[in-house]
């Protein structure tokens, strides 16, 4: 039997609360189809490493990581709010650098038991699975660059440059991962975020490869939106969307809007790809460290438990991801009276849920 | 009496239905408060005059419209949804530039007989008036430059690039608007969206320029949030907002999200100001010029009389301003059963609405 090996990077906050419940659905699961994973544990990239270190991450984080199967993780950030730079943050952009996750893909689905802020037109609430969208965002270039820099710094006349990288290299492969998506899925349809009417260079430069993929997916329903009035159609009509591709800025906004709009952004799961298996690929819930109930044991672990699934749907088991997101379904679905947290007008527990969907599976 | 001279551009599309119905309602305006208007119209800026003359705007455009005290602007796009780059709709971001339009004023408010996609936590509507925040925009540099180009251009290489600029006199001046701005209301209470911790080099020097801005506002509530978080807290928490500013990307962006949560995005308003008054400011409807509905006389007039309202007020008169926003929320409240375009489930026509909020004025 094949063992994968999972490296696990809790990070800080509710991270390490909510990662032993990710860790315990993952286990049920391998024992169930039986599958091999084998757990390192790591301890940085979060802030009390940063304390300890005056840096997020060893010297050698590359070695000790990079040779893993996946990487599992939790969330950093704790405890502050927002820093000044992102040194702080860096350690996830780091990842996806140096490990080439030039994908990163996130859910956005209505899930029993949880209530989106969103009503259909005429006032009444959308079933579960009524919204559900994929967001397939660029994770290494474009808008997020290190090129750039001040000018006349500390004068009246101060001003800063960043510049905005796309590479055809970059795009195409992003753009042929999410039309491969598209196909793969009942609807076959794919919208792309643009703003060319704007920003008038790199944008349409992204148009412009998104027509010339189309050409190779004529099975693909293709549609562009500008970002503006995409996140209006987004809050109106979220049920029209299936696949949703965006330049790493664009997908950033998106990817915390969707799951805002199906009322799951505490609990939606992220994957960051290296679609060739290179480098491992990253799995994290979208949620922070969250500061404010770290600490109570009172998170919600499904974010984390839910990209566990995602993991192993990327290292060949669906079965056991869709086994998994079903479990999930089950202890959601107020019907079956399972464990809710706080967040979820509950009363439970991390560990109650994360054992209850354990049990489900 | 002073007279001011107001520049008229329709545009194409709808925008040729609705303006009558807000020169309709200023005309109203301008009797009963005793304000001097003097319209003069033009036909450039819109798809006929592109198709006659190959450009958008006659060379001298700025002499023509450059000395009036504000122009009133239609809508244009018609009938192309996207085009492939700006030309076509270069010309609104042209009039930004050349006139120092340096701030985009958006409000977004819950009005009556208006359904908004969003509801309460408990699953409730909101009230009239339980939305409403102001989006203040950086509309002239930022991300939205001129800057970059195509390199290795057709082959496997291909990359573009394309730089944000951001100047402190260019992020000062639209903060100072925001804060004063903010000051003036009664929450006192002011947004900054930023994106430091992924735009590594512009948005943490945005955070310092609003830092530094605080300090001389102290009466001013300040808080920021990242743009892909603050777009989930529009959709979650509307109503904790009051003013919003933000860059020219982030600000697009935000004021289509924000009047799309209050169920607006077809009847909210939009002023392009000099806030020096050294150029015309511009006011026109967010919606664009609507190709599916053009030519049919039903499209919804209230985003370009709401528009009208906010050029009175920019204009001084406050006052007159109210009445308009009054005399509109009156003709949208069912409960006086007044005409509805077809966009809020009427029958009623353009002219309809347009006569009823000057008759209610
Ligand atoms: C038409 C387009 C260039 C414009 C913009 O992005 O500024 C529009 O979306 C707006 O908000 O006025
Ligand atoms: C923490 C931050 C740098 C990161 C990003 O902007 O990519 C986060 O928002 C995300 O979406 O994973």
Redesign the interface.
Known sequence: QRVHRIAVIPGDGIGTEVMPEGLRVLQAAAERFGIGLAFDHFDFACWPYYERHGQMLPDDWRERIGGHDAIFFGAVGWPAK?????SL?GSL?QFRRAFDQYVNLRPARLMPGV?S???R?D?T?RAPGEIDMLIVRENTEG??S?I???MFEG???????????????GVDRVLRYAFELARSRPRKHLTSA?????????M??W?ERVRAMAAAYPDVQVD??????L???F??RPEAFDVVVAS??FG??L???A???TGT?GIAPSANLNPERRYPSLFEPVHGSAPDIAGRGIANPIGQIWSGALMLDFLGYRQAHDAIVRAIEVVLDPANGGPRTPDLGGHARTADVGRAVADAL
Do not use: F
Not at 156 to 169: A, C, G
Not at 195 to 200: H, L, M, T, V
């Open positions: 927002i820093p000044d730079h992102v943050w952009l209530r802020p969103l009503v037109r006032g609430p808008e997020y290190s750039g820099g001040r004068t009246e006349r101060e001003l800063v440059v960043q510049e905005t990288v796309m590479t055809r290299h643009t703003k060319s009417n704007g920003i008038a260079i790199t349409p430069y148009d562009q939106y500008h970002i503006d009035i996140t209006a159609h809050v109106q790493n800025l950033d906004i990817s915390d809007l799951p805002a709009c952004i």
